[in-house]
């Protein structure tokens, strides 16, 4: 009876052991399905610091690492940098770069955020992640004075890309000097693994002199105001993503650029000339368009665009409402090396006069180095006159565009042929930019040019009319130029 007894007593107990462990099992279950909904129930494992980047760069993914305690320490420095050649301005920054370090976490850590202020700043700051579900984004909660640091911490509920800027009075000021960067969130799993991955953000600067004025340039709080940027530009300054700055990429590398708007005005049309955007995070959160070629980012927005390089060549990052991008520096590169695809893009074929009236036509293939002879509706010799008449339609076919109908050329961009002392002092030298085109740096009567001059398809009897119609017009030195030197110059 009593063996009975505690047979069904030890029974009774294996059951309750049994049900506790079901229940137990079931509510875990419960919570790890609801975490997944909801970042608040979600669990973090140990903690780490943060890595952070300057642009272009950004950390390595998240892949599919759980939540975690994430420590950011981020420093805010005021220094003077390079707005653009011999321009210089008081940035107030992030960790000393403008936007600011990247900041990359996942959907579900607990961020501790420690906030620095460098002894030697002037004023007191802040942050406003607009990651941060909570009052003024962390504003209030990380003012901190010079000398001081500031720790608050928040959970990263939503996955998306997002800004972060200074709040502090006056907001506006504090960003037109730099004071915003990009933090993102990534979602359960991490986004699909890419080839190369980028940061850039586009912010407009208010300066007391106007674009290009040199010296140590002071903000302007009525520009800002009225909303007349003196520079819009991509990563703090005129050439931050050009030249020896451009970011680079391999032909058939999928790229993924997160792009962000600091403002504080401007909208930005983000655009890559010769890419199409395969898959854009509309907006930086979840959606995703595709197959887009230009997409609006707003100030204090952020949107994630990729892309796969098929050709090589220069891709030109610009905001397309365009005069920002030629005149006021929202301009990057994107350098893709490698094999030609013609398929994909076949390059030019051919170039050919094109003239409706009943002047004869030539032709010339571009491949085709055999169309330096002389072509055979040009006499090989003749009086200056028809030279002149002959050099003036060369000049309005070929070279007008850029240099100008009186050859006074464009500031900045193309250099005057119109009493030009690189012209007059060695005609041979000119001879060869006309034949083979021109790249690097140039001085024409005093003003510096770093641009590119194409090879100009035409014969070397056009390149000597055209020469000759040049130097006896708009006050050169009145050689007459041959095709026999144009022959000569190698
Ligand atoms: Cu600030």
Redesign the pocket.
């Known amino acids: 009876m009593e063996y009975l007894y505690r047979l069904l007593q030890k029974y009774v107990i294996a059951l309750f052991f049994i049900a506790a462990l079901a229940a137990g099992l079931f509510t875990s279950c419960e919570k790890a399905v609801a975490a997944k909904e909801n970042p608040e129930q979600m669990r973090i494992y140990g903690e780490f610091e943060a890595e952070l980047t300057a642009p272009p760069f950004v950390p390595r993914a998240i892949g599919k690492r759980a939540p975690t305690k994430l420590i950011v320490n981020m420093e ?1 420095v005021e220094k003077e940098m390079e707005m653009s050649d011999g321009v210089s301005y008081v940035y ?1 920054t992030f960790d000393g770069t403008v936007p600011g370090s990247f900041i990359r976490t996942r959907v579900g850590d607990e961020i501790e955020f420690h906030l620095k202020n460098h002894p030697d700043s002037k ?1 007191p ?2 942050i406003d992640l607009h990651a941060v579900t909570g009052p003024g984004g962390g504003a209030e909660s990380s003012f901190v004075a010079p000398g001081r640091e500031a720790v608050f911490t928040f959970k990263t509920m939503n996955p998306g890309l997002y800004v972060y800027h ?1 709040a ?1 009075a006056p907001v506006g000021m ?1 960003i037109a000097n730099g ?1 915003y960067g990009l933090i993102l969130v990534e979602p359960e799993g991490g986004l699909p693994p890419v080839d190369k991955e980028y940061y850039i953000m586009q912010g407009d600067f208010y300066t007391e002199g106007k674009n290009g004025e040199r010296g140590l340039q002071a903000f302007d709080m009525q520009k800002a105001i009225d909303e007349k940027a003196d520079y819009v530009v991509f990563n703090g300054s005129v050439g931050a993503l050009t030249g020896s700055n451009a970011i680079t990429a391999e032909v058939g590398e999928t790229v993924r650029l997160f792009v962000g708007n600091g403002g504080p005005n401007l909208v930005s049309s983000f655009h890559v000339i010769g890419e199409i955007f395969d898959k854009v995070f509309v907006e930086g959160g979840s959606m995703v368009n595709e197959n887009v070629q230009t997409t609006l980012i707003p100030a204090g927005g952020a949107a994630i665009v990729e892309f796969k390089v098929d050709v090589p060549g220069d891709l030109v990052l610009v905001d397309h409402s365009i005069f920002r991008a030629f005149n006021k520096g929202a301009l990057g590169i994107l350098k893709v090396e490698g094999k030609e695809n013609k398929k994909v893009f076949g390059g030019k074929i051919e170039e050919k006069a094109y003239n409706p009236g009943n002047a004869v036509l030539s032709s010339v293939e571009v491949a085709d180095e055999a169309a330096s002879g002389p072509s055979p509706s040009t006499p090989v010799s003749s009086s200056l006159a028809e030279k002149m008449e002959r050099g003036k339609s060369v000049y309005t076919q070929n070279c007008f565009a850029c240099h100008q109908a009186t050859g006074q050329g464009i500031p900045n961009a193309f250099p005057p042929l119109a009493k030009s002392d690189y012209l007059n002092a060695d005609v041979h030298r000119a001879i060869g930019v006309v034949k083979y085109g021109l790249s690097g740096e140039i001085t024409v009567n005093g003003t510096k040019y770093n641009s590119m001059m194409p090879k100009v398809a035409i014969s070397d009897e056009e390149i000597a009319d055209v020469m000759t119609y040049i130097y006896n017009n708009w006050g050169n030195n009145k050689t007459e130029v041959t095709p026999e030197m144009v022959k000569k110059v190698k």
């Open positions: 805010v107030w004023l700051h802040n200074c502090t504090h004071m």
